[in-house]
């Protein structure tokens, strides 16, 4: 089969694009310029009656969004948590969309179901998982939390005899959720999507690291004796604080509750040699959630649920329908663990991700990451006016902007700490963002892309000089 002249030229486009892209990527302003509006005048054609050349519409496609996309593929976007795409994960994306494999069952995607077996199994070994646990290539840490927490309801309330999957929550025991304080707020999504509910969280309370003790956790649990899940973090958003699991979580087994723990980034921490201590204990607990998209470097759909306990996994997920041929305990089917039926083979990015980097390459990954963001938090921070608020504890700190003057007060302080971000993003030498942390506004420091180098370190804080200087 000949792909005809008009369909060729789109894919050609469209390679040609992308490569231009990325090669633009150091010249480029990291920050979107376009504004809303903007964006709203040159994408808002009217939807037309005829039909374009494919070509057509790949190139004023690109010309319309001009402007309108952030750099974070590139080095210097120290915003969120982003991550960029190793070249051979935004590849194998791009022949995901090829293949166009349904990856729901190993009978409609044979080779998308064996890629997530092979990389899930890979995982495992890199976060020190145990090799029984089962798991799911999800959207994102939402879904994964999502997934975890199904198979954690599944799993304490069988414990109390009770089948949630057949009769529901009306009627079952309450479930109470220990959670971290600062944990991230996809986990109340997910406990929202659950019925289990925002009221079932009780937050425990961190030390001055942003550690929940052993102490509270005993505390919070000697608080009642229903079915419980606890849930712990690795690595925070704003410091990168890990719960001290090795010391937690066989209290809360001890309780017989499940642990959950967030570690959308934070678990890769577990790949570095010299890093791996920060999340030691982790592989103790019952489930884990984690991202592909960020510190992975794959493009973005991808996060990765972790659970010990494959039953309850199952239960929570599996369709199991007579009219899908099932793997026959054979082939591990997506749909047993997955909450989607149709999906996206996206174990294909990660898989060549994996194999890309290597185990070695992946702990250079963690490790130069966290350098960089040390550096940028050392640098940045002693410009005059500004102030070091946390360092990094693994990929992120954060840094804050002082108002000068003697009498200067908090709000002066926060209102400068906002100036400056916003200076150094218009420059469009890098992107970072705010975030108000215990009281008072600071930059949040954030260091995931693979690309991000020294040189891209130095031009993050001469922008950061500079803009310094420009509002002074
Ligand atoms: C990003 C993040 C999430 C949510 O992950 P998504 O991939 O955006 O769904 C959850 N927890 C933490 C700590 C995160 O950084």
Request: net charge negative; glycine share 10%; proline share 4%.
């Amino acid at each position: 089969m000949t792909i005809a002249a008009p369909d060729r030229a789109a894919l050609q486009r469209a390679f040609d694009h992308a490569l231009a892209y990325l090669e633009g990527l150091d010249q480029a302003p990291v920050a979107s310029r376009a504004g809303l509006e903007d964006l709203r005048a040159a994408l808002g054609h009217a939807l037309g009656d005829a039909p374009l050349a494919a070509e057509a519409v790949i190139d004023a496609l690109v010309a319309d969004v001009a402007g309108g996309l952030h750099g974070s593929q590139g080095g210097r976007f120290f915003g969120w948590v982003i991550g960029g795409g190793v070249p051979a994960a935004i590849a194998a994306d791009w022949l995901t969309s090829v293949w166009d494999q349904n990856a729901c069952l190993h009978a409609s995607g044979p080779a998308a179901a064996v890629v997530e077996e092979v990389a899930g199994a890979w995982l495992k070994t890199l976060f020190d998982l145990p090799a029984e646990a089962s798991f799911a290539f999800v959207t994102g840490c939402q879904m994964a939390h999502v997934t975890c927490l199904a198979a954690a309801r599944h799993g304490v309330l069988r414990d109390r005899g009770w089948d949630v999957e057949r009769k529901g929550l009306a009627g079952a025991p309450p479930i109470r959720v220990l959670a971290n304080a600062d944990r991230h707020g996809s986990v109340d999504v997910a406990l929202r999507i659950l019925g289990l509910g925002t009221d079932a969280l009780r937050p425990l309370a961190l030390d001055a690291e942003g550690r929940v003790s052993p102490d509270e956790l005993r505390a919070a649990l000697a608080e009642g004796d229903g079915p419980t899940i606890v849930i712990l973090q690795a690595g925070e958003l704003n410091c990168a604080a890990f719960d001290p699991f090795r010391d937690l979580i066989p209290i809360a087994k001890a309780a017989g509750a499940w642990v959950h723990v967030d570690g959308a980034f934070g678990l890769w921490a577990k790949v570095s040699p010299t890093r791996r201590t920060l999340a030691d204990g982790v592989e103790l607990a019952d489930s884990w959630s984690t991202d592909g998209h960020k510190y992975l470097n794959v493009p973005y759909d991808s996060g990765l649920a972790f659970v010990r306990d494959a039953e309850a996994h199952r239960a929570a997920m599996t369709i199991a329908t007579s009219y899908l041929p099932a793997g026959g305990g054979v082939a591990r089917d997506p749909i047993d663990w997955n909450p989607e039926l149709s999906r996206r083979a996206r174990g294909f990015p990660i898989y060549a991700a994996l194999r890309q980097l290597g185990r070695s390459g992946l702990a250079a990954l963690v490790d130069r990451t966290c350098d960089h963001a040390q550096a940028l938090i050392d640098g940045i921070g002693a410009l005059d006016g500004a102030e070091k608020i946390s360092g990094s504890g693994l990929n992120q700190g954060l840094v804050r902007f002082l108002a000068p003057g003697a009498g200067a007060t908090q709000a002066d302080h926060d209102r400068r700490t906002d100036q400056v971000i916003a200076a150094i993003n218009a420059s469009g030498e890098a992107l970072f963002g705010g975030v108000t942390w215990r009281g008072r506004r600071c930059m949040r420091v954030s260091v995931s892309n693979w690309r991000t180098d020294e040189a891209d370190v130095a031009r993050a804080v001469a922008a950061a000089r500079a803009a310094l200087a420009a509002t002074n």
